[in-house]
Nanobody
């Protein structure tokens, strides 16, 4: 089972930017899908960005145009560049990965991923 460790979270003012990283213990080119999820207090876990091994990306409407998911296979690391942050983006952010085939596009449902990191907190103040 691949191990995932997130980093890069922190506190930022509205309008600011952060870049999250997710270091994987396995070769990321071997992972069919990698994704970022987030969960705010008393809310369900939400898939926000996914990246398939074929390069196809998927974004939730809530982050489209502001967040960018990318991967560096040489470093076995997944990234999430977050720009124009607002207080509604405050949440614990999780990295996830899976090797099972679903579709050409990366899924954004939590049940489609069987490897998870412990999360990194992002707090955006107004």
């Amino acid at each position: 089972q691949v191990q995932l460790v997130e980093s890069g979270g922190g506190s930022v003012q509205a309008g600011g930017s952060l870049r999250l990283s997710c270091a994987a213990s396995a070769d990321t080119y071997s992972l069919l899908y990698m994704a970022w999820f987030r969960q705010a207090p008393e809310k369900e876990r939400e898939g926000i960005a996914g990246l398939a091994s074929n390069g196809i990306t998927t974004y939730a409407d809530s982050v489209k145009g502001r967040f960018t998911i990318s991967k560096d296979n040489a470093k076995n690391t997944l990234y999430l560049q977050m720009n124009s942050l607002n207080p509604e983006d405050t949440a614990m952010y999780y990295c996830a990965a899976d090797r099972r085939w679903r579709s050409w596009k990366p899924p954004l449902a939590p049940d489609d991923y069987n490897a998870w990191g412990r999360g990194t907190q992002v707090t955006v103040s107004s």
